[in-house]
C-alpha cells in the first residue's frame, strides 16, 4: 500500500489541487440549478477529497526531501521558463494538511451558517475556488505559480469579503482588501523580476536554493542586492499577512461571512506571508538587515495590534486584530532565524483561530447578527458546546501552560532571545527589544482575549431582544474538532530535543536558513522564559477577570477617562486609516483630477491640440469644412494627394 | 528578420481578405436598408473570413522566422507590388482581426437601427483594410491600407456614433491622418534611395542609412505610429473617438485599429532605423510609461464609464510600447502577446459597456451601483474581464505584463551605469501601473456593480442576452486559454521576434545583407516562378 502511494505522490497532488477547483467550477456555473443538498455535497466533498489526498501524499512523502511534478509548461519566452509544476516537500506537506483540514471542517460549518442565504451555491463556488487557489499557493514549485496563488487568494478574498455586496460598506472593505494587497503585490513582483534575472530565467524554489548554496554571483550574504529583494519580497508578505504598515485591511476584511473570517483571514490565506518567508528562509538568511526589519515588524505588529484588540467591542474586530497580532508573532519568528517555530505558531494558530472565529460565528448566529459584545454576556449557558469549544481556545491563546499555543509562542519568544545571526547581530537592541515587545503583547493577548470570553460568555445577558440557542450539528462538531486541535496541536512541537517532531520533520527545508544563525541560548534559559511566558498568561487572565467579572469593573471606564485623547486614539485604531486617508488616498484622487482636468482635458486638447486651430483662424476653417460631414470630399482629397505623390515619384 | 521563407501555394491570406471584399460588394447588392438579412450576412462572412484565416494559422510554421505563405506579383507600373505574407509578429494580430470582427457585427445587432446596410459594408471593408495593414510586405501597399482604414472608421464613427459624433471623427482623421503623412514621405525616400524600382519592405531592410537618415526616418514612421497607438502626449483623439463611437467601433477601435501602431514599430520603425530605435529607445520607453501612469490616472477621474475604459487603453499600450523597446526577446513577445490582450480584455469592456448602454441610455456610472443583484450573468463576466484587464494571474493580462516587465529588468539590470538606473526606474514606475490598474478599474467595478439599487429604473435590467452571452463567452474563453496555456501563442511569435531582435543587436549592415542574400536568392526563384495565382487557377480548372 505505502509503495502504490509512494509511487503516485504527483497524481495526488494534482486531486489536492484539482478537486476544490472542480468544485468551484461546478457550483460556479451549474449551482443556481442545483438542490441545495447537492451543492453542499460538492462544497463540502471537493475539500475533503483533497484532505484525503493530503494525508496520502503527506504519508507518500515521509522520508524524501520533496517530490516534484510537472504538467506543462507555463510560460516560456526569451530565458524565462516556468512550469506548471507542484513541489511537496515537508513544509508544503504540513500547509496542505492545515488548508485542506480545517478547509473541510470550515466548509462544513458553512452548511450550517449559511444555510438561509439565497447565494449559497455562490459561496460554496468561492470558498471552493480560495482553496484551489490557497493549495496552488502552497504547491507551487516555482516562485511564480505561488504568486498566482497569491494572487487567487487574493482574488477570493476580495469576493468573500464583499459576498454580501447591497452593502456598499462590505463592498468597499473587499475593494480596500485588494488594493492593499496590491501594494504588497507590487514588492513581490519588483523581488521576482530581480531574482528571474539572476536566476537566469527561473523561478524555481529548489533551483533558487541550489544557486543560494552554491553562493556567488549576486547571492553575497549580506548583499545589498539580496537586502533590497529581499525587502521587496517582505514588502508582499506585509500585505497579505496584514503587518504594519499594511495591516489596515484585515479588520475591515471582517465583513466577509464569518466561516470566511476563519479560513482566510484567520487559519490560512494571511499566513501565506510567513509561509512566503520561510519557503525562501535560505534566501531571507543570507540578509541579516532584513530579517532584522522583519523581526521588528513582526514584534511591533504584535504588540500594537494588541493595543487595539482590547479597547474593541466588536467580537470579530476583536479576533480580526487578535490576527493581526498572532500573525507578528509569526513574522517574528521568521525574522529571528526561527522558522520552524513560526511556522509551528502558524499551525496552532491555525485551530485556536479558526475554532474561535466559529465560536464567534456560532454566537453571532445564536444572537441573530449582533456582534456586540456589550450587548452579549451569560451565553454559556445556553451555548454550552460554543462556550467550552471558545474557552479551550481563548486559554489557548492566550498561552496557558500544555495548551498549543503556549508551545509555539513560547518558543518564539525564546528564540528572540536566543537567536543572532551567524556574522553578528546587526544591532545588539534589536533582539531584546522584539523580546520586550513581543512579552507585552503577550500579556494584553491573555487579557483581551479573557476579556472577550468574560464578556460574552459569563453573566446575565444584556440584549433584550436576543433569544440565543445552541447551533446545529453542522457548527458544533468542527468547533469541537478544532478545540481538539487547539488544546492538542502543540504536543508536535514539544521543546524537548528528541520529542520534537516538528522540528526534526521541517529540519530539511529550514537547514539552509538555520545555518546563518547561532544560539546563545541554553535550556535554563528556555525553561525559565516558560515560567515567565506562564506568569504572564495567568497574570492576564485574572487581570481580565478582575476588570470585566471580578471586583474591579468600575476601573476600565475611569482608566479609560484618564487616558483621555489616548484611550480614543486607540479605539480609533491609532487613525491610521485616517492618516493613509490624508497622506495617499486623497492626495492621489486630487492628483487624479488635476491630472484630466488641467493637464489633459485643457493643458493637451484644449491648448495644444484644439488650440492653434482655434486661434489661427484658417486651421479653424478647415475643421469647419471637414466637420459638416462631407466624407467623399474628404475620401477625394486622399487619393487626389495620393495621386500627385504616386506621380511624382513614378520616373 | 522579415525576409520571405515560403510562398503560398493556395492564396489564404488574399482568400480571408478577399472573403469580406466580396461580402461588402454583395450586402451593397441586397435591397432594403435595415433588413434582418443584411445583418446576418455580415455575420456569415465575418464567420468565414475567420475560418478561412484558420487556414493561415494552420498552415503557419512556428519554427520560421521570415513571412510565409507569400503571395507576390506586380502590381503598380513603378516597383510597388502586391506582396503579403505573415510571420510570427504579424499572425497573432491578423488572427484577432478576424476573430475580434464577427463578435463586434454580433454585438452590434441590436444597437444599429439607423443605415444597417452602410454600417456593416463599413465594418467589412475595415477589416480588409486592417488585415491588409497587417500582412503586406510591400511598403505602398502597406500605405495604402494603412490610410484606407480611416475611412470606414471615420464614418463608423461619425455617421453611428453619439452626440459629439462628428467632432469626434474629425479629430480621429486629422489626428492619424496628419501623422501618417510623413510616412509616406519616409516610404517615398527609401523607394528613391532603393534605387527608385522597389517599395519591398526585404529591399528597404538592405539600405545603408546613415544615423543621421535613420532618425529623420525613425521620427516620420513614429510619430504615425505613435499616434495611432496613442502614445502620450498625442493620446486626446482617442477618449473621444471611443466615446462617440458606436459599441462595434470602439470594439475594433481599441481591439485592432490601436495595435497597427505598436506593430508599426516593431514591424518596420525598429528592423529598418535600428540605430535610431536603439538611440530613440529610452525617450520611447519613457513616453510609455508616462502613459501608464497617466492614462491610469486620468482613466481613475473619469464619471464616464467608457472614456475609463478609454484611458486605460492609453495605460494599456504604454506596457506594450514598453516592452517593444525593452527590445529583449521575453519583453517583445510579451508586447505581441500584450497587445492580443488588450484587444481581447478591451474589447470585451467596451462590449460590457455597451450592454449597459444599450439598456439605460447612459454611460454615467453614477447611473448604475447595486447591478450584481439583477443582472448576474452579466456581473460574472465584468468582473472576469476586469481581472484580466488587471492582469490577474490565470488571465491573460499577468502573461503579457510580466514577461514585459521582466524583459525590462533584465535589459536594465544587464546595462550599466545611467542605463541600468534609468532602467529601474523606468520598470519600477511601470509596475505601479499593476497597482494603479486595480484602483480605477476596481472601483469602477464596486460602483456599477455592487451596493444597493439606488435607480429604481435599474431594478428590471435584463441581465445579457443568449448572443451577448455568446459574444462575451467568446472573448471570455480566450482570457483564461491565453493565461493558462500560453504557449500555444507564444510559441509561434518565437522565431520571428528572435530573428527581428538579433538582426537589430547586430546593427551591423553586414550581417543584415548577408541574412538576406539567402532570401533573396530565394525571392528570386520564387518570383520567376510562375505566379501562385495561376497555379490556384489551373487547379481550379481542372
Known sequence: MHALVRDNVGTLLWVVVFAPLAGAIVNGILGPRLKRGTVSLVGVGAPVVAFVASALATWGLAGREAVSTTLFTWIQAGPIRVDLSLWLDPLSAVMILIVTGIGSLIHLYSTGYMHGDPSYSRYFSH???????????????????????????????YLLIGFWFDDMA?????????????????????????????????????????????????????GTGVMLVTLALFLGATGKSAQIPLHVWLPDAMAGPTPVSALIHAATMVTAGVYMIARLNF?????????????????????????????????????????????????????????????????????????????????????????????????????????????VSTLAIAGVPLLSGFFSKDEILYKTLALQPASGPVAGWIGP?????????????????????????????????????????????????????????????????????????????????????????SH?????????????????????????????????????????????????????????????????????????????????????????PRAVGWIGSIVRVAANGDVQAYAAALFVGLAVLLWLVIP | MTGIETYALTPFISLTMLIPLAGAVLLALVPGRHGAAHRGLAFVVSVLAFACSLSVWVNFDPARAGFQLVEDRAWLPFGARYTVGVDGISLLLFMLTTFLTPLAILGAFSAIRKRAKEFYIAMLLLEVA?????????????????????????????????ERRVYAAVKFFLFTFLGSVLMLVGIIWMHLKAGGGSFALVDFLKLDLGFREQAWLFAAFGLAFAIKVPMFPFHTWLPDAHVEAPTAGSVILAGVLLKMGTYGFIRFAIPLFPDAAGAF????????????????????????????????????????????????????????????????????????????????????????????????VYAALLVIVTLSSIGLPGTNGFVGEFLILAGTFREALSGGGAFRAIGLALGIAAATGVVLGAVYMLTMVRKVLFGPIVHEENRALKDVSFREFAVLGALVVMVFWIGVYPSFFLSRTTASVRATLDAYKGRMVEQRTALLRGVDARAEDARAAPSPWRVAAQEVAR
Open chain 1, 524 to 612: 535554563a534559559l528556555e525553561y525559565g522564559l516558560m515560567g515567565v511566558s506562564t506568569v504572564v498568561a495567568c497574570g492576564g487572565i485574572a487581570l481580565a477577570w478582575a476588570l470585566w467579572r471580578g471586583p474591579l469593573t468600575h476601573v476600565p471606564a475611569k482608566a479609560a477617562a484618564a487616558a483621555g485623547g489616548f484611550y480614543r486614539l486607540v479605539c480609533d485604531r491609532y487613525r491610521i486609516d485616517e492618516l493613509y486617508d490624508a497622506i495617499a488616498i486623497r492626495p492621489f484622487q486630487a492628483l487624479a483630477r488635476v491630472t484630466h482636468r488641467w493637464l489633459d482635458a485643457f493643458g493637451i486638447d484644449a491648448v495644444l491640440v484644439n488650440g492653434p
Open chain 1, 170 to 222: 462590505k463592498a468597499v472593505a473587499g475593494k480596500k482588501a485588494f488594493l492593499v494587497n496590491r501594494i504588497g503585490d507590487f514588492g513581490f513582483l519588483l523581488g521576482m523580476f530581480v531574482l528571474v534575472f539572476w536566476m537566469e530565467g527561473s523561478l524555481d524554489v529548489p533551483a533558487l536554493r541550489d544557486a543560494v548554496d552554491m553562493g556567488g554571483g549576486h547571492f553575497v550574504p549580506g
Open chain 2, 281 to 376: 529607445a529610452v525617450p520611447v520607453m519613457v513616453l510609455a510609461v508616462v502613459g501608464i501612469v497617466y492614462g491610469s490616472l486620468c482613466s481613475f477621474a473619469q464619471g464616464d464609464v467608457k472614456k475609463l475604459v478609454a484611458y486605460s487603453s492609453v495605460a494599456h499600450l504604454g506596457f506594450v510600447m514598453l516592452g517593444m523597446f525593452a527590445l529583449t526577446q521575453e519583453a517583445v513577445e510579451g508586447a505581441i502577446l500584450q497587445m492580443v490582450n488588450h484587444g481581447i480584455s478591451t474589447g470585451a469592456l467596451f462590449m460590457l459597456v455597451g450592454v449597459l448602454y444599450e439598456r439605460r441610455h447612459t454611460r454615467a456610472i453614477d447611473a448604475y451601483g447595486g447591478i450584481a443583484r439583477v443582472m448576474k
Open chain 1, 283 to 391: 534566501l531571507f538568511a543570507l540578509a541579516p538587515t532584513t530579517m532584522a526589519i522583519v523581526a521588528l515588524t513582526g514584534a511591533a505588529t504584535a504588540l500594537f495590534a494588541a493595543s487595539i484588540g482590547l479597547v474593541q467591542n466588536d467580537i470579530k474586530k476583536v479576533l480580526a486584530y487578535s490576527t493581526v497580532s498572532q500573525l507578528g508573532y509569526m513574522v517574528l519568528g521568521a525574522g529571528v532565524g526561527a522558522f520552524g517555530a513560526g511556522v509551528f505558531h502558524l499551525m496552532t494558530h491555525a485551530f485556536f483561530k479558526a475554532c474561535l472565529f466559529l465560536g464567534a460565528g456560532s454566537v453571532i448566529h445564536a444572537m441573530a447578527g449582533c456582534q456586540d459584545i456589550r450587548l452579549m454576556g451569560g451565553l454559556g449557558k445556553r451555548m454550552p458546546w460554543t462556550r467550552a469549544t471558545f474557552l
Open chain 1, 433 to 521: 527589544l522584539c523580546f520586550a515587545m513581543a512579552l507585552a503583547a503577550a500579556l494584553l493577548t491573555a487579557t483581551y482575549m479573557f476579556r472577550l470570553y468574560f464578556l460574552t460568555f459569563s453573566g446575565e445577558l444584556r440584549s433584550h431582544h436576543a433569544h440565543p440557542h445552541e447551533s446545529p450539528a453542522s457548527m458544533t462538531i468542527p468547533l469541537v474538532v478544532l478545540a481538539a486541535g487547539a488544546a492538542l496541536a502543540g504536543y508536535v512541537g514539544l521543546p524537548i530535543e528528541h520529542l520534537n517532531f516538528w522540528e526534526h520533520w521541517l529540519h530539511p527545508v529550514f537547514e539552509d536558513g538555520a545555518a546563518r544563525f547561532v544560539s546563545t541560548g
Open chain 2, 130 to 162: 486592417m488585415l491588409g495593414t497587417l500582412v503586406a510586405a510591400d511598403m505602398l501597399l502597406f500605405y495604402l491600407f494603412w490610410e484606407f482604414m480611416l475611412i470606414p472608421m471615420y464614418l463608423i464613427i461619425g455617421v453611428w456614433g453619439g
Open chain 1, 127 to 157: 470558498l471552493n475556488l480560495f482553496l484551489f487557489a490557497m493549495l496552488l499557493l502552497v504547491l507551487g514549485k516555482s516562485l511564480l505559480l505561488l504568486f498566482v496563488g497569491w494572487e487567487g487568494v487574493g482574488l477570493c478574498s
